[in-house]
């Protein structure tokens, strides 16, 4: 098995809907676009990630989102170097079709007090749901890695919580742990770092917003 030594998860820049959540009213969730801040962003990560590949090839997957697909543009990655795939199961959490602003608001409070992980938006997906994916994901990313030439180096281009729930998946944090988490920032990285051990660890953690509170011993 050809394990990468690097797995990279990058979440899109900055789009419309992070400045206006009001466009959530005229456009789908999937259409929105980067912003010039966004776009500058993306590059400037783009930078980092040249120089920690150098020549080496890359795996790369992306949301199907107009915003990641545009976030993994602006990396400006040598084509000759990468194999791009679009993975849906990488997606933004779904919130339903076309977005009621007011009605959205109300239901990030219930979900606010009912826990992230276990609220459903009406039409949509709960935290859970999209660990389900995620997880169904990464099985198919560990079959990839039986190939004798997989590349050395693994890029994600998704959206701040598929990534929380791709390392909750991965390093099997509690529901508790996950809870505590905040979202990277746009265009924010995480790296598996294959270790000489043969296992992985996160380059750095996630911010905690709160302490973890967990119902039993497993936290």
């Known amino acids: 098995m050809a394990r990468p030594r690097r797995i990279v998860l990058v979440r899109h820049g900055e789009s419309t809907g992070n400045v206006d959540d009001t466009v959530y009213e005229r456009e789908p969730d999937h259409a929105l676009a980067l912003t010039e801040r966004g776009w500058q962003q993306a590059e400037e990560t783009g930078k980092r990630l040249r120089e920690l590949f150098g020549?080496?090839?890359?795996?790369?997957?992306?949301?199907?989102?107009?915003?990641t697909h545009e976030t993994l543009r602006a990396f400006h990655l040598d084509p000759e170097l990468i194999r791009v795939r679009e993975e849906p199961r990488l997606r933004e959490q779904d919130w339903?079709?076309?977005?009621?602003?007011?009605?959205?608001?109300?239901?990030?409070?219930?979900?606010?007090?009912?826990?992230?992980?276990?609220?459903?938006?009406a039409q949509g997906e709960?935290?859970?749901?999209?660990?389900?994916?995620?997880?169904?994901?990464?099985e198919s990313?560990?079959?990839?890695?039986?190939?004798?030439?997989?590349?050395?180096?693994?890029?994600?281009?998704?959206?701040?919580l598929a990534m929380r729930l791709f390392c909750m998946r991965w390093f099997h944090w509690t529901v508790a742990d996950f809870e505590s988490l905040s979202n990277p920032g746009n265009a924010e990285m995480r790296m598996l770092v294959l270790g000489d051990d043969g296992k992985y660890s996160l380059d750095r953690p996630f911010d905690r917003w709160r302490e973890p509170e967990p119902y039993g011993i497993t936290g």
């Not at 020549?55 to 107009?66: A, G, K, L």
């Open 55 to 67: 020549r080496e090839r890359v795996s790369v997957y992306v949301s199907p989102y107009r915003r």
């Open 96 to 121: 339903g079709n076309w977005q009621d602003r007011d009605d959205v608001r109300l239901q990030k409070a219930y979900r606010d007090a009912y826990g992230h992980f276990f609220y459903r938006f």
């Open 126 to 138: 709960s935290g859970a749901d999209v660990y389900d994916r995620v997880g169904n994901f990464l």
């Open 141 to 160: 990313l560990f079959r990839s890695f039986e190939a004798p030439d997989h590349p050395p180096n693994v890029l994600l281009v998704t959206h701040g």
